[in-house]
């Protein structure tokens, strides 16, 4: 840290809110914002809110030192179908693979079963002649005339972006490379994705649909992050600006806009970073990382204070839980179970009677019922409201004012009504909805994983969870919740508590006893290298970390377990050390061990990061130790399964200071968040300022 720049700046873009967090690195102040997205223009709800966070702290511009930004923009141009016109060349006699998909249905008895359209339509998907086989040998060089003719047709006119993607190309790229020059020469200023690049990997299905979502949001993507880092440019910051990756590490400027892909769950990522960094601080081996916004609630596991880690995560679904009912990305990401349900999240009664809420939102415009924008739904904000959760004198600490009245109309008429129940009723009757959605989709995922949920702790955050989190914990068998400070604008700070990292991936494919180490040894040295100049770009020396793993299976299975590999550099001599490791991750992840058949590599994985940055925060508030703490007034609030509406005092967070210790009921206000207390729970404040929630005692 320079005397100059002293501010690091977390920026999170979510359906709702934009959320940022600015620490002073010289005091260890921090503060935080939230503003309505403006879903138009995001970089706008960025600015203004980096505005309002320097002036209240009398810092200028050019005092930033770092910026790292998390975002849904690559998302919700996938999902919205906002992305670029893109052009896909394939391998002739191959360009369906987009819909052909891995040939399997998601659900086999489904007579009328949808996928989701493929970003690039047919007319767009053009053959090439150019062969190359699996093992790089190249049978047909590339013929450049029929890339000039795709290029000419009437199907590429006024295209925005191409795609690459040819058989075996990850064995050999020297097709696609010369498929570029030609595209680069026809097409000059057009960004060019190539499957050799964005996704080196065996699958053909995954690495076309991967590399077809990367240029469909790339000049969408680059024109968004050039646009931010040029006004900020201008407002006189020249700090470094990183953007949060989908594997909770973050990216460079210009490793972000060449794979944008690998945004796809950047700002839910950034929760799970920060919810890592607790597990880590706290000595919290298991832990469950609850995120529920405006729009999402976000779910993941931390075991062994390492978050779960997939390979390939799928948007756009067709069928919002259901598993191959969406486009596959293929990108390194933490492992999420993302749920409809969030403030925002709109409740219904369908022609049966029956009572669903989500996965549809009201978003930041209109919003809820209670923003007085125009909504008309009734949302789970409008029953938190109702329920006499949310003060709506003192939503956002007061600077924005919720209607109850509007809530009362929206939800007598969306749900009351039709129900034939009271206001009060109904309330509580989405409050209960829309938790069990979010337990359920918990417990469901731990019984697929084997795990059981009772020896975890819950971590919640984002805007809405501290109001559900007891009511989610007490479903699901959970006996302690912890709340940290800044609860609502958390996932921006992750943003501050994540290394700066990259990931890099090889297709090589055969039995393990077969396998030439000096090749394998070869390609992980080059993405070493190639790994460590992009951290000493962004001018990270000292204390980089890698880490090896490798996707293997029993030879003749489709589905693979990611290996960690500590034998590095590799040989012949170590084949059997290795083969064990894959034999303890199969037995891990399915529970037996097969010794009679064969074992197969498939890909190989490199991760390469930098120094885990060390949050240094004094967090605002009282620090003068425990004793009596005054409410600042007091309120009745509705609890499911209680008779009548419970007086519950209501604190402000701030004011309750280390070891505090409350009794429920009561109602915990700040300028982000509210975090309920039910009756027959306990609360205390813990050395870090977080509220902790004992339930075990809860009987509603």
């Given at each position: ?297 976000k779910i993941s596991l931390v075991t062994d204070f390492e978050p779960a880690r997939a390979t390939e995560l799928e948007v756009a679904r067709v069928k919002r839980f259901q598993k191959g009912s969406g486009l596959l990305l293929k990108a390194p990401a933490v492992e999420l179970i993302e749920i409809g349900a969030g403030g925002g999240s709109i409740a219904r009664v369908d022609a049966l009677g029956l009572l669903s809420v989500g996965p549809e939102s009201a978003g930041s415009s209109p919003g809820p019922a209670c923003y007085g924008q125009g909504g008309e739904f009734a949302t789970v904000t409008d029953a938190d409201v109702v329920l006499g959760y949310l003060n709506p004198d003192y939503f956002l600490g007061g600077k924005m004012q919720l209607d109850r009245d509007r809530s009362v109309a929206a939800i007598d008429a969306n749900v009351g009504g039709p129900m034939s129940v009271a206001t009060d009723q109904a ?274």
């Amino acid at each position: 840290m320079s005397d100059k720049k002293y501010i690091a700046i977390g920026v999170d873009i979510g359906g709702t809110f934009t959320d940022v967090v600015v620490v002073d690195q010289r005091t260890h102040a921090i503060h935080s914002a939230k503003v309505l997205t403006t879903p138009e223009r995001p970089e706008d709800a960025v600015l203004a809110a980096v505005d309002e966070m320097l002036e209240l702290t009398a810092a200028s511009p050019d005092a930033i030192q770092t910026l790292v930004h998390g975002t849904t923009l690559a998302t919700n141009a996938i999902i919205e179908r906002k992305g670029a016109r893109t052009l896909l060349l394939a391998t002739k006699g191959f360009r369906d693979a987009l819909e052909t998909r891995t040939e399997l249905r998601y659900d086999l008895y489904d007579l009328f079963i949808q996928f989701p359209e493929p970003l690039v339509p047919r007319r767009r998907r053009i053959g090439i002649t150019e062969r190359t086989l699996y093992d790089g040998a190249v049978a047909t060089p590339l013929c450049t005339d029929d890339i000039r003719a795709a290029l000419a047709s009437d199907h590429a006119a006024d295209v925005e972006a191409v795609a690459v993607c040819f058989l075996h190309s990850y064995a050999n790229p020297a097709n696609e490379e010369a498929a570029r020059a030609v595209i680069e020469e026809v097409l000059p200023g057009v960004p060019v994705s190539l499957s050799s690049d964005v996704l080196p990997e065996i699958g053909e299905y995954g690495r076309a649909s991967t590399t077809a979502a990367n240029a469909y949001v790339q000049p969408l993507i680059d024109r968004y992050l050039g646009a931010l880092d040029g006004a900020l440019a201008a407002k006189g910051s020249s700090g470094a600006f990183f953007v949060m990756g989908s594997n909770a590490g973050t990216l460079s400027l210009d490793v972000a806009r060449r794979y944008p892909v690998r945004l796809v769950e950047s700002g839910p990522a950034a929760g799970v970073a920060i919810a890592a960094h607790y597990a880590r601080s706290l000595d919290i081996s298991h832990l469950l990382s609850f995120d529920m916004g405006g729009t999402t609630a976000k779910i993941s596991l931390v075991t062994d204070f390492e978050p779960a880690r997939a390979t390939e995560l799928e948007v756009a679904r067709v069928k919002r839980f259901q598993k191959g009912s969406g486009l596959l990305l293929k990108a390194p990401a933490v492992e999420l179970i993302e749920i409809g349900a969030g403030g925002g999240s709109i409740a219904r009664v369908d022609a049966l009677g029956l009572l669903s809420v989500g996965p549809e939102s009201a978003g930041s415009s209109p919003g809820p019922a209670c923003y007085g924008q125009g909504g008309e739904f009734a949302t789970v904000t409008d029953a938190d409201v109702v329920l006499g959760y949310l003060n709506p004198d003192y939503f956002l600490g007061g600077k924005m004012q919720l209607d109850r009245d509007r809530s009362v109309a929206a939800i007598d008429a969306n749900v009351g009504g039709p129900m034939s129940v009271a206001t009060d009723q109904a309330a509580a009757s989405i409050f209960e909805v829309v938790n069990d959605n979010m337990a359920n989709a918990a417990a469901v995922y731990a019984a697929e994983q084997g795990i059981d949920l009772r020896r975890y702790a819950l971590l919640a955050f984002g805007g809405a969870a501290p109001a559900h989190a007891w009511d989610i914990a007490r479903r699901l068998g959970i006996a302690q919740v912890r709340i940290p400070f800044a609860a609502g604008v958390l996932s921006a700070l992750g943003c501050l508590a994540s290394p700066m990292s990259f990931d890099f991936v090889f297709g090589y494919m055969t039995e393990l006893r077969h396998v030439d180490w000096n090749h394998v040894n070869q390609r992980f040295a080059e993405l070493e290298a190639q790994g460590r100049q992009q951290l000493n770009d962004a001018e990270i020396h000292d204390g980089i970390t890698v880490t090896l793993s490798a996707d293997m299976r029993y030879y003749g299975q489709r589905y693979e377990v990611t290996v960690p590999l500590s034998h590095h550099p590799f040989s012949e001599a170590r084949t059997g050390a290795i083969e064990d490791d894959f034999y303890e991750a199969y037995r891990n992840y399915y529970g037996r061990r097969i010794d009679e058949v064969p074992v197969e590599t498939v890909s190989w994985r490199m991760t390469v990061s930098g120094p885990r940055p060390q949050l240094d925060i004094a967090w605002p508030g009282r620090t003068d130790g425990a004793g009596d703490v005054a409410p600042k007034g007091e309120r009745a609030a509705i609890f499911p399964g209680a008779p009548e509406p419970v007086h519950c005092h209501v604190f402000e967070r701030g004011q309750l200071p280390v070891g505090a210790q409350l009794s429920g009921p009561a109602i915990i206000e700040d300028h982000e968040s509210t975090t309920i207390v039910p009756p027959g729970a306990t609360l205390r404040i813990d050395a870090e300022r977080m509220i902790i929630l004992d339930i075990s005692g809860v009987s509603l």
